[in-house]
């Protein structure tokens, strides 16, 4: 009902940046939260930064004041801008949408991943 497109992980080294942009299509009436989490090997995936009603943001303290997370409102589509990368930023990273369908109902999903990769 909700369908999730990323695109922008690749590899970098460190101090480099990257952005990573999400596209959410489907039927949806409107888009509640849409965010980022990522989960590197063997580690539980984590929140990265959220930003929901387009307006309230959440980040880790791990990436505050590198990271910023902007959202479009009218594309359905989420961007992360990643600045002054470190290899332990090294994960794959999930898009995550809760959205408001036509049919009054909450749908949450999530992306297929991308993999960023942060070398020393």
């Known amino acids: 009902q909700v369908q999730l497109v990323e695109s922008g992980g690749g590899l970098v080294q460190a101090g480099g940046s990257l952005r990573l942009s999400c596209a959410a299509s489907?039927?949806?009436?409107?888009?509640?939260?849409m965010g980022w989490y990522r989960q590197a090997p063997g580690k539980q995936r984590e929140l990265v930064a959220t930003?929901?009603?387009?307006?309230?943001?959440n980040d880790a303290d791990s990436v505050k004041g590198r990271f910023a997370i902007s959202r479009d409102i009218a594309k359905n589509t989420v961007y992360l801008q990643m600045n002054s990368l470190k290899p332990e930023d090294t994960a794959v990273y999930y898009c995550?949408?809760?959205?408001?369908?036509?049919?009054?109902?909450?749908?949450?999903?999530w992306g297929q991943g991308t993999q960023v990769t942060v070398s020393s």
């Open positions: 489907g039927s949806i009436f409107s888009i509640n939260t």
């Open positions: 995550y949408a809760r959205a408001l369908l036509y049919n009054r109902s909450y749908y949450s999903t």
């Open positions: 930003v929901t009603s387009g307006v309230t943001t």
